[in-house]
């Protein structure tokens, strides 16, 4: 066994200490790993340079030291009484001072066995309570792989997917009854702020805000007033309205009204109470287009340099910094239903099972996915976990 190591350990100390743990455990095991210890020791010796492979070979003592050629020998050698030493054990240093192998008071004694803890493998498939992990060709029928849904547009979008213009289109997710709502909420909130100088914004102008925003994100400037510039500036969004009101419209916009919002150490304090009403009337609005066979919910990012609290970092996205939003999306890439991050999403309805937050964003997101038609639903590891998975191969209803 030493030789597989390329270290010859002279035997006068070695093998004391190998008899003296072999005696002490009542096993050779303990002994050979007494053996392993003492070579690790001489090899990080070796290693920090106290002593050499040539000292060990070349010492002037070797002449009177034994030497293990092979395991034989070493074994031979360890069965072999303490007393047939020629060394004298008085004058070695390594004996010195050792205590006695056997305690003679309880020599008699008997010692109850430790079972060691078992590593086989059909131990290690127990503490494993049961599970098995096999490779399996799964072979589906038609009737479990058909999509039996209905792809069909209502009659209120029918004529606008197929003849519609952008703006009809756009019309049909930002509706009229939105925009009186934002119209009264930023009235409201400029009166909260200064009772004596009201916004008296009204729809027609809100409309041309957005307008103005809309064009902003095609062309882009680094500062909001070159819009207005007389060098650069566009004749257009001049024609529209004035910078001063446009910064002043800017600065009341408002979705929701303050008074309501719940404080931070209520249970249903609300993160997004600001913007809520428009979260919820987007996502109203994207449900009624009919829902394809294949879904997949992921992660999306709003870019945005803006200092705030719910930004987060995604380092494989295109844009790393931003507001984190769980999207439900088709294969075509059309947005059924998406929640924004906030760090405190974990909402879930009485009779649903938990699975986390991460694994309820999945349950959320599909709650408005029609049943037993064959809807596929694609989402990565992310939102993945054990119970999750089990639960959809036991088929119980995760959703009514």
């Known amino acids: 066994m030493l030789e597989r190591l390329g270290l010859r350990v002279p035997n006068n100390h070695t093998r004391r200490a190998i008899f003296a743990a072999t005696v002490d455990r009542g096993t050779y095991r303990a002994g050979f790993a ?35 050629e092979n395991g ?11 007393e047939e030493e020629n060394d004298d054990p008085d004058n070695d240093p390594f004996m010195a001072g050792d205590p006695p192998l056997i305690n003679e008071a309880t020599a008699n004694d008997q010692v109850p066995q430790v079972p060691f803890p078992s590593t086989s493998q059909a131990s290690r ?4 309570r049961g599970l098995v992990w096999k490779v399996k060709k799964i072979v589906l029928n038609s009737d ?10 209502p009659p209120e979008l029918k004529d606008e997917a197929t003849t519609g213009t952008p703006y009809s289109i756009f019309s049909h997710f930002i509706t009229s009854e939105i925009v009186q709502r934002i119209v009264e909420e930023s009235n409201l909130y400029s009166v909260q702020k200064n009772v004596t100088k009201p916004l008296n914004l009204s729809e027609t102008e809100l409309r041309k805000f957005m307008a103005i925003l809309i064009y902003m994100s095609v062309i882009k400037y680094p500062n909001v007033r070159l819009y207005w510039s007389n060098t650069v500036g566009f004749q257009l969004i001049k024609d529209i309205m004035t910078v001063n009101r446009f910064e002043t419209i800017r600065r009341f916009l408002h979705f929701n009204n303050n008074e309501k919002h719940l404080p931070k150490e209520h249970p249903q304090h609300d993160r997004l109470h600001k913007i809520r009403p428009i979260i919820s009337h987007l996502n109203e609005k994207f449900a009624l287009v009919p829902m394809e066979q294949k879904l997949s919910i992921d992660e999306q990012m709003c870019a945005t340099k803006v200092a705030h609290f719910m930004k987060q970092y995604l380092p494989n996205k295109p844009h790393k910094w931003g507001f984190k939003l769980y999207v439900m999306c088709s294969v075509k890439g059309y947005a059924h239903k998406f929640e924004i991050y906030t760090g405190q999403e974990n909402e879930r309805l009485p009779d649903e099972p938990d699975f986390g937050p991460v ?31 089990l639960k959809l191969k036991l088929k119980i209803s995760l959703f009514k």
């Open 34 to 68: 007494q053996v392993f210890s003492i070579v690790e020791e001489y090899l990080a010796l070796i290693n920090y340079g106290e002593i050499s492979e040539d000292d060990l070979e070349d010492s002037d003592t070797e002449g009177n030291e034994n030497f293990y």
């Open 359 to 389: 694994g309820n964003v999945v349950v959320r997101l599909a709650r408005g996915v029609p049943r037993h038609i064959n809807h596929i639903i694609y989402f990565d590891n992310f939102y993945t976990s054990v119970p999750f998975k």
């Open 125 to 128: 498939r127990a503490t494993m």
């Open 72 to 82: 034989d020998d070493l074994l031979h050698d360890l069965e072999s009484p303490l």
């Open 144 to 153: 479990q792989t058909a999509f039996h849904g209905d792809t069909t547009y």
